[in-house]
């Protein structure tokens, strides 16, 4: 059975991302990077390798958590998105047809039974 690894990432809307991304950088000391979140690094399973945790705020309208009407979205870290998103089609979850390939991984998402999109993340 597939399961996650940690968060990979929390990601939330906001009216002015910057704005708040600089009051969490002025009152809790978050270490925002120039693309306007943050990176927490964390100790992974296997030591050769760099994991992280990525904390970021998106514009309010942002399509990106469509067709949730949720104002965050949580990344999980998976070692196999294909065998995960075939566990949860077989299952009989809604997810995504759209698998996308970056330079960061693969990305794939899946609605939970509340309407929330969650997204899942194979690392490259």
Do not use: C
């Not at 949720?70 to 999980?76: G, K, R």
């Not at 089609?89 to 794939?108: C, I, M, N, P």
């Amino acid at each position: 059975m597939q399961r996650v690894r940690g968060i990979g990432g929390v990601f939330f809307k906001a009216k002015d991302p910057a704005a708040l991304a600089r009051w969490y950088r002025d009152h809790l000391g978050v270490a925002v990077e120039d693309w306007g979140g943050a990176r927490f690094g964390w100790a992974d399973h296997d030591p050769r390798r760099d994991a992280a945790t990525i904390w970021n705020p998106f514009p309010a309208d942002t399509a990106y958590f469509a067709p949730s009407k949720a104002s965050f979205m949580v990344n999980f870290r998976v070692d196999d998105l294909d065998a995960m998103l075939a566990q949860l089609r077989a299952a009989g979850d809604v997810v995504d047809d759209k698998v996308e390939d970056s330079e960061f991984g693969r990305f794939g998402w899946v609605m939970d039974p509340e309407g929330n999109r969650v997204e899942l993340w194979q690392p490259a």
